[in-house]
């Protein structure tokens, strides 16, 4: 099993940035890909960002350049620095390790990211 646990979400007005971060532990997958999705109420979970262990990236249309994602593989920790955000930034935030980029084998418990002024 594997466990995430994210921080960093809260209120912050348009314009400004937040760090979230998400740590895992337990029987990490030696080859992954570690990210970050988020979900409004009423709609489905999107892609945020996502980064390999290899460094590979990919990242929604609607953040780059604005969002970046990193990892450090020695903790199996992945940030995600959010700068110039929006109203419509406004969402949960969840964490998650899977074998692929593409999978979602976990997920973590969800941070709320509010930008509001």
């Known amino acids: 099993q594997v466990q995430l646990v994210e921080s960093g979400g809260g209120l912050v007005q348009p314009g400004g940035s937040l760090r979230l971060s998400c740590a895992a532990s337990?029987?990490?997958?030696?080859?992954?890909?570690m990210g970050w999705d988020r979900q409004v109420p009423g709609k489905q979970r999107e892609l945020v960002a996502v980064i390999t262990n290899a460094g590979n990236t990919n990242y929604a249309d609607s953040v780059k350049g604005r969002f970046t994602i990193s990892r450090d593989n020695t903790k199996n920790t992945v940030y995600l620095q959010m700068n110039s955000l929006k109203p419509e930034d406004t969402a949960v935030y969840y964490c998650?390790?899977?074998?692929?980029?593409?999978?979602?084998?976990?997920w973590g418990q969800g941070t709320q990211v509010t930008v509001s002024s």
């Open positions: 337990g029987s990490i997958f030696s080859t992954n890909a």
């Open positions: 998650h390790l899977g074998r692929t980029w593409s999978r979602r084998d976990y």
